[in-house]
């Protein structure tokens, strides 16, 4: 037998190497990527130009979030208690930041349907999210602004947070709540 020269195998070796990089790159055209950052929301993430040719066509998972609203119509005895809130569900694109997905559909309000059924909001449509984070338990939010606050009105004060602070307890993640305008904190509810 011949013997096989070394030269060979190592241009062998190096077509396998550039051909399986060949078909990797090729198969990554396939994958839906998705970029994470917490500076930006997800409409935003969604309508850059970068992402969307990052993005492909595979079908995205959905996941349901539960959202907090008032409802007049489902307090008992019809009465205003301004804490007093009810869930929605919501369904979402899958996220690894469900909480801050939860609170981006709180902050957009009641949908035409969930107004007919009595849901309402407190919550400024100028509200945003300037840091989330949750460890050991604790939710912290640090807000922009807070319903309310402005006017010293103490019952959409009360109702904003209750409706943030509900939204983010439906995680098993969270056990208490820290709410902050500007670094002040609002309220830390501890149970």
């Known amino acids: 037998m011949q013997k096989i020269n070394k030269n060979y195998i190592y241009v ?8 399986g990089l060949f078909l990797f790159q090729s198969r990554d055209k396939d994958l839906a990527l998705e970029v994470i950052n917490d500076d930006y929301t997800a409409e935003e993430i969604e309508s850059s130009d970068m992402t969307a040719s990052l993005l492909s066509s595979a079908p995205k998972k959905m996941m349901t979030l539960k959202i907090y609203f ?8 019809g009465t205003n208690n301004c804490q007093e809130v009810f869930p929605v569900n919501r369904s979402v694109v899958e996220t690894i930041a469900p909480a801050r997905a939860s609170l981006e559909e709180l902050f957009r309000g009641p949908t035409i349907e969930e107004k007919e059924l009595g849901f309402s909001t407190v919550i400024s449509s100028d509200i945003k999210i300037q840091k989330l984070t949750i460890n050991e338990g604790i939710a912290t939010i640090d807000v922009n602004t807070l319903t309310g606050e402005e006017t010293g009105d103490k019952c959409k004060e009360a109702s904003s ?31």
């Open 12 to 19: 062998v070796i190096i077509i396998l190497i550039v051909g």
């Open 161 to 191: 947070l209750a409706e943030i602070t509900e939204t983010l307890k439906q995680f098993l993640t969270v056990d208490n709540v820290s709410i902050s305008v500007n670094g002040v904190i609002k309220e830390k509810i501890t149970e």
């Open 70 to 77: 008032p409802n007049t119509t489902m307090t008992a005895g």
